[in-house]
């Protein structure tokens, strides 16, 4: 018996109903960074795992637990790959992107093997910027303005800023020392996972989900007081330009990302309108990863946001500025073995004459009605008709199928006059 093979959990497929919100999603984000004069950089989805592991870190949760990897037939190891940020430096690394600033952008499918819950996936969809070559707070803010032009953009309302410094790897690792010995003392109220992290990562102990852990995190030292002149000027920078701007933000100092390469500035942009999985887009500096791919020292900033929480909101009705997708112009029903062969090379025609024309030809034949069934389904503007009289007579019927209208026949070149007409009259 066959068996019905289905989609891996966690990894979705998208149906032409929900695509043009998601289409529309993505055309004007992309819109919004060219006009920042951000340029696109596509990557590969599969890389070496050691990209990820000295990049993300091999202690977190990514490379630890969730990066789907697989021997190559010569015994590398690859991955797909987890997020973006690794790729970018490795192909601007490669490609000697980094003889100047550069401003890219990337969009597409990322993998991570966590457990699935709504708005948490297998694979998921990401925009990301990475900046590289500046290393003033102006470009943090500018990264920062550009997420908020996209909101504005999507009509998106309602998203709260968090944002923390992480300093850099020295005042870290100051902080670590007084952060351990803090959580060793409480550690009889840690769970499991936090003694783990304590032992291997115990910055990210601040990050704990367990509700339990809050009193503790709560009592915690707080980095922003470790950080040295220099960082804590950047960062107070960086405020100074959110708060001139007036774009309203919350310090956040236990916000550390599970991701390894940061430093100094760190953000988040969460909803309340999601559940648990409500970052909808995080980012942050990572000034240290060039030179730790092997690159000349760059100061890098970027973000990445996940774009089905982005729909997700948008089907929330927490959007009002998205544009519609046009409608077919006009729906071509030709009814007779005869019309039926002429269709597709008349629509050829069409196309031939009017840019950008939407036209669908019906195939399949069928009586007029069920054609004209479909036309009306189809959303189109104007059925074009073509029976063996139409053929014989050199015109088409054409009918307009939203609101009244009588069928008129019209030759074709009085057919190219009123569809570029109408198209200017809009829908
Ligand atoms: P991230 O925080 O791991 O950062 O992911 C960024 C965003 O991707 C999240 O805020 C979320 O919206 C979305 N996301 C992550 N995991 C999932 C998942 N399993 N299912 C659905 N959505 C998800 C990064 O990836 C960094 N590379 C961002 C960055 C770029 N930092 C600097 N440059």
Redesign the pocket.
Known sequence: MAINIQAIRGMHDLLPDRIGLWQRLEDETRRVLESYGYSEIRTPLVEVTDLFKRSIGEVTDIVEKEMYSFPDSNGDSLSLRP???ASCVRAAIEHGLLDQPRRLWYRGPMY?H?RPQK???RQ?H?I?V?VFGLEGPDIDQEVLFLTQRIWRTLGLEGLRLEVNSLGEAEERSAYRVELVAYLEAHHAHLDDDSRRRLLTNPLRVLDAKNPELREVIAGAPVLLDHLGEASRRHFEAFCAGLDDAGIPYQINPRLV???DYYNRTVFEWITDDLGAQG??????R?DGLVAQLGGRPTAAV?????L??LVALLENGKANGLPSPPPLDAYLVAVGAAAQAAAPGLAELLRDAIPDLRLQCHCGGGSFKSQFKKADRSGARFALVLGEEELKRGILGVKPLRGDGEQRDLSHEELESFLLAARQDGP
Do not use: I
Request: aromatic letters at 14%; charged letters at 30%.
């Open positions: 997020e973006g940020t991570r966590e708005g948490r996936y998921f990401q990301g990475e990302r599970g991701l970052t909808v887009c995080a980012g942050g990572y970027g973000f990445a946001m996940g089905e929480r």
